[in-house]
């Protein structure tokens, strides 16, 4: 990023040799969904906004139209949304020629933010957040299997049996790094450039694993890096001949990918989740932060969990959180607590994939906490030691895509932190991607049932 201020950003593009103007917005699963502008059209998109086809927020993952979504549909037509372009996440896409590149989000019909937006979600959890004198600093790591694929290779398998980068269990592995140089020099060194810095870079135990952890930012701009790092780790790889997948659990027999979202709250330069002299140096707000998720998180846990395939990953014994647990740097519990000194004291939420919509995860963790914090809820329960799958509450998360949503559905502090208009779109979104996979024919349905029946 080489500019922040507007003038300043429009100066530079003025100046620039590119005729183009990359910009993208995120749909509902997280997607970015771009195009290029020509620098004149850009120009008056800056000052005024664009339209963008609202079909961005009535389409599922594969460009498949809801059938019952209130927002847009065929019975709206599906006009132009307004999209407001943000000066401030000025970047240049280093490995398309260094074009300058935007993202946006949406505003109704009255200039006010559109309430199915994610950005515009975190942006109002925020605000609620500042208002009580409250700013949150984020950094969001990622879990991700690579594959020797390309699209096409892929799909002429049927998407099936997709080749591992590399074999084996190699976690932290050196000597797996260093057989595919460029891909993770590119990683960092590319990212990096495109305003994507990345704090730490290593294998993950698993065929093909890696884990980036991106540095933290103030909370809009580390969602906006978690986005860029997902589609950008999959444009970088694409030179190599390599496809990453950010599923949260493709292979039932290996562990799955995370998404982990690291949290604290600020008042200028002093970690309000800190304190010296309290136990485990828990301050009262960190204490009444993590309270607050606990007591929403199995009502608001789509937003964390947003796929049919996110409750493949919430399993016993795969370091993923299975219950509304918290516990002291302990990698079994949903609430990771990270005593450190006052600059690094920090909450790790565990139950989000490498699936998830950042705008959604972030929005979620931060409305919770301060819901709690708003209301001084007491951390009465013990922090869990040793296993959070044998130790601590019985009572499971839900266990799939549709009893969470249909608890979401029916939360009345959700409508109360996220709006009934984002709510209502986003259960019914939902909703969908389960009667998707109610109807499909599974791989495990032809192993179990094809010849033995």
Known sequence: MTQTKPKAVLAEIERGSHAKVKVAVTDIDGILRGKYLHRDKFFGAAKSGFGFCNVVFGWDSSDVCYDDARYTGWHTGYPDAQARIDL?????????????????????????????????????????????????????????????????SFASKGMRSPQPLTPGMFGYSVLRMSQNPGFFNALMDDLAAFGVPLEGLHTETGPGVTEAAILYSDALEAADRAVLFKTGAKEIGHRFGIMPSFMAKWNNTLPGCSGHTHVSLWKGDENLFYADKAEHKMSPVFRSFVAGILELLPSILPLFAPTVNSYKRLVDGYWAPTKATWGLDNRTVACRVIPGSAKSTRLELRVPGSDVNPYLAVAACIAAGLWGVERKLELTSAPVVGSAYLEGPTERLPRNLFDATTRLAESAVARELFGDGFVDHFVTTRHWEWRKFQDAVTDWELARYFEII
């Open 88 to 152: 401030k996440t000025f970047r240049r896409v280093p490995w398309d020629g260094g074009v300058p590149f935007f993202l946006g989000d949406f505003e109704d019909e009255h200039g006010d933010p559109l309430a199915v937006c994610p950005r515009q979600l975190l942006k109002r959890v925020l605000a609620r957040a500042e208002a009580s004198g409250f700013a949150a600093k984020v950094g969001m790591e990622f879990e991700w299997f690579n594959f020797l694929e390309t699209p096409q």
